[in-house]
């Protein structure tokens, strides 16, 4: 404050020596010539606040533009690009020719619009799914696209959208013929693949008791032995039934649950916003088994190998945790990346390839988390989840930033294979 | 600029301000029932006592300013023909008052940051998608307790979603508009310059309404953050002066007439002096505005017998 104040001072001694006091002899005599006038300063005033306005006003508040998530299946990238169309991209003749690469585009019309996708697309056999957040976050939309379409701009007669009040975040998921999403309107919808018919819906605890924002559903649900796993902003985990999407269990958390599930056998695996990675066991109604305490959110999806889980933090760490520890057990090994992680990393073979917020590429050893290759930059920021067709697949993974780029990388050769820009 | 000082300064601002203010309102609102609106409350008192003591002395300064008036006017007088000697007068009668001429800007200029911090910090702390609540991860202290899990907040108040501007479109900005202008209307020490006395009513109106229709297009949180802060700024004003500020009648200003520049300081300043005592608040205003006329006639006749020698 002192400091402050002798600034302060420093400044008015400044002011004087300039001559620009008022009861200064100079600007007594600036001030025969004409003066700025009461109109220049409302004048000002106004274009300030204009100013103000423009650069900080509702439309800042309220935009998003999506993250460009992408899902690979059997060669084909499927993506939904920023101005809001579906590419679907053939990754091996994008290998030979930039232009061969596009097989198909839909662009929808006006008042079909997508909107903004954070989720990556579920395929199936015959369509490919993508939820999207609309209006300004107060709507959600889930479209069924064919996957053999011939034609880039038709919509053909079995393909449908559904509306939802509340904007979808998370991706949608397939499973038995039904196609289940969440939306920030606080429920899990089960929709049928076939016809865009509603199944059921389900209920979280935060709408039940209309918890305001905190009822939204960002995480995208995870299905195995006819059970649905999600998270909710309400900070629980739930378990409902495939079949009617009756409630089998739930367990609460301190924070928001927004990762994708992962099934292990009968462990459930999931990070939340109180900073830590839980494990439960299924078969026991959700009993905790373990948990993990890390610096930050739980944002990416953990994965697994089978005996090792590979979680990425937002406080820039990725952490191994063997499938069968105990509570106090510390990692298997802990390798920090720097900056902020919250797109799910991908394995392939016995490597994991994360890729930070800032786009930096990282190649782990599972064995030890050491950085085997130097790592690639590219050039914009990555928040959706990583693509790659399983850990068998080709050696390759997908990935879409947050300026609509679609690159390729080939791992086994750790180099881009291609790029595509999906923004006009 | 430079990208490194560019950097340097961003990094000052998200550290020095920013961070410090989000943590500050996660922090109150998980403590505060996780209620934002209460959490805007309380940051916003908290904040109104940390600057209590440049509010204080901006007051100081305005009265001591307002009490120098006379003498000014006496120092200008003496010295109008020798400009430098009057500066230096004035500047040594300011220092023996021990009044700062720019002192009452102080409490303005720290406003300024907490609005524009405040107004990020809330954008941020309430995000309306998940590319603002990715970035908020990287502003959250590890080491405060509870801020981590208090992630998303809910941002309902009363009828209010404090991430968004006011849905009546008229309430908060009505509240906003009417409590700045109570608040200029109690702080606003009188002068003696017409030209001052213009800008002052001018500003009287202009800031409510530029505020209040801000407040029609910013979030409805920086709002209360306006109006709770308003009422305190009245609230301490009153402590200090009573209400009788905001009862004073405003001395009408007159609109400065062009006039030759020998005549420019001395013409306005002799009609204020005669239009009214609110140009004083001293107890021995009306002898010195009687003084003042004596002196006025002088000059006028000093300037007439100038004026005839001359032709």
């Known amino acids: ?424 | 600029m430079d990208p490194i000082f560019a950097n340097l300064f961003t990094d000052i601002w998200n550290q020095g301000i920013l961070r410090p203010m989000i943590n500050s309102l996660v922090f109150l609102y998980a403590v505060l029932f996780s209620n934002m609106g209460l959490s805007i409350i309380a940051f916003t008192i908290f904040i109104r006592l940390v600057t209590t003591p440049l509010t204080l002395r901006q007051i100081r300064q305005m009265r001591a300013m307002s009490g120098l008036q006379p003498k000014l006017q006496e120092l200008r007088e003496k010295y109008k023909d020798d400009k430098s000697k009057l500066s230096q007068e004035t500047m040594r009668m300011y220092r023996q008052a021990g009044v700062n001429p720019l002192g009452c800007l102080g409490p303005m200029v720290i406003q300024f940051p907490i609005w524009i911090g405040l107004f990020q910090a809330l954008v941020q702390t309430l995000p309306t998608n998940p590319d603002r609540l990715v970035a908020l991860s990287d502003k959250l202290y590890s080491w405060v307790p509870f801020v981590h899990e208090a992630i998303p907040l809910n941002s309902d108040f009363l009828w209010l979603n404090l991430a968004e501007p006011d849905p009546t479109n008229l309430v908060m900005p009505l509240l906003v508009g009417a409590s700045t202008w109570v608040q200029q209307k109690m702080t606003t020490s009188p002068s003696a310059d017409p030209r001052q006395q213009s800008t002052q009513s001018m500003m009287l109106w202009m800031m409510p309404i530029m505020l209040g229709l801000l407040t029609m297009t910013f979030p409805s949180g920086l709002a209360l953050y306006w109006v709770v802060s308003n009422v305190v700024g009245v609230l301490t004003q009153y402590f200090i002066t009573g209400w009788e500020p905001l009862f004073r009648k405003s001395t009408a200003p007159t609109a400065p007439t062009p006039a030759p520049a020998a005549a420019v300081d001395s013409q306005p300043q002799e009609e204020t002096s005669e239009n009214g005592g609110t140009t004083d608040t001293s107890s021995d205003g009306q002898d010195r505005r009687r003084s003042h006329r004596s002196r006025h006639a002088r000059t006028r006749r000093r300037s007439r017998r100038g004026r005839s020698r001359g032709s």
């Not at chain 1, 599930?261 to 078969?283: C, E, N």
């Open chain 1, 1 to 424: 404050m002192i400091r402050l104040l002798a600034i302060h001072k420093s400044l008015v001694k400044w002011a004087f020596s300039l001559k620009i006091s008022p009861l200064n002899p100079i600007s007594r005599k600036m001030r025969s010539r004409p003066r700025l006038s009461q109109w220049h300063l409302l004048a000002g005033i106004a274009l300030l606040a204009i100013v103000l306005t423009g650069c900080t006003g509702r439309d800042v508040i309220g935009s998003a533009r999506g993250w460009t998530p992408v899902t690979v299946s059997d060669g084909i990238v499927y993506t939904a690009t920023r101005d809001g169309d579906v590419l679907a991209l053939d990754s091996q003749a994008l290998d030979r020719d930039e232009d061969a690469g596009n097989v198909w585009k839909y662009d929808p019309p006006k008042d079909r619009e997508l909107g903004a996708v954070f989720g990556p697309p579920a395929v199936g056999e015959k369509f490919i799914f993508i939820g999207s957040s609309t209006n300004d976050g107060d709507t959600g939309k889930l479209i069924a696209l064919r996957k053999d379409r011939e034609s880039s701009r038709r919509i053909e007669e079995d393909e449908w959208d559904k509306v939802i009040p509340g904007a979808i975040i998370g991706g949608p998921t397939l499973a038995q013929g039904m196609v289940l999403v969440g939306s920030e309107d606080g429920k899990l919808y089960a929709f049928d693949a076939e016809n865009g018919e509603r199944i059921w819906t389900f209920a979280t605890e935060g709408l039940k008791r209309d918890k305001g924002k905190e009822k939204r559903i960002w995480s995208t649900p995870t299905v195995a032995d006819g059970a649905v796993y999600f998270g909710a902003m309400d900070d629980y985990l739930y378990a409902v039934s495939l079949d009617d999407g009756s409630e089998l269990w739930k367990f609460e958390t301190d924070g928001a649950v927004i990762t994708t599930p992962l099934v292990v056998g009968t462990k459930v695996i999931f990070g939340s916003f109180d900073r830590k990675l839980y494990a439960l066991d299924a078969s026991d109604n959700g009993r905790l088994l373990w948990s993990f305490e890390a610096d930050n959110w739980f944002w990416a999806g953990p994965i697994s190998d089978g005996e090792m889980v590979y979680a990425a933090n937002m406080d820039g760490k990725v952490y191994a945790l063997p499938l069968d520890r105990q509570d106090d057990d510390a990692p298997e090994w802990t390798q920090k990346l720097g900056d902020i992680i919250s797109s799910t990393p991908v394995l392939i073979g016995d490597r994991l390839v994360v890729t930070t917020e800032g786009g930096i590429v990282s190649l782990l050893d599972t064995s030890d988390g050491t950085v085997e290759e130097i790592p690639i930059e590219l050039a914009n920021k990555v928040r959706a989840p990583l693509s790659s067709e399983g850990p068998d697949g080709p050696a390759r993974f997908y990935v879409g930033d947050r300026n609509g780029v679609v690159t390729s990388i080939d791992v086994e050769r750790w180099r881009l294979s291609w790029t595509v820009r999906t923004r006009e």
